[in-house]
């Protein structure tokens, strides 16, 4: 009877090695890696270095935008479509530069953009 045994055992650790090769060798290759792309040289614009912990430091950097991507230049009277010396977030939708940072740009939170938070913006 231990001969049996032994044999089932035997068997169903077969069995079970074989379906986990079977799972294994299903699963898809990654896809090849990109090459890698030439990143275009930044100025570095500032750097800080913080101690930490066990004698640990931490280095900060900043760097220079390699380009601005976007309009961020605008004509006010033409983006102010009902004349109220503001413009909501309906009338800033025609600039899509304007329309993504209409949250950082409104400095206020009330919503629209008024002549002094877009300084910055303004032709």
């Given amino acids: 009877m231990s001969r049996i045994h032994a044999l089932t055992t035997a068997l169903l650790l077969a069995v ?6 079977a799972q294994a060798s299903t699963l898809p290759l990654p896809p090849p890696a990109p090459e890698p792309v030439a990143a275009p040289m930044q100025r570095q614009s500032g750097m800080a270095v913080l101690q930490g912990g066990h004698d640990e430091r931490i280095v900060v950097r900043s ?4 380009s601005v991507v976007g309009e961020y230049r605008i004509d006010f009277e033409a983006m102010d479509a009902n004349g109220d010396g503001f413009i909501d977030r309906r009338e800033a939708a025609a600039n899509p530069t304007l329309e ?21 913006w303004i032709r």
Avoid: C, K, Y
């Fill in 100 to 120: 993504g940072e209409f949250r950082a740009v409104d400095g206020n939170s009330d919503g629209r953009l008024d002549r002094e938070e877009l300084s910055g």
């Fill in 63 to 66: 760097f220079e935008p390699d």
């Fill in 16 to 21: 079970a090695s074989g379906s986990a090769l």
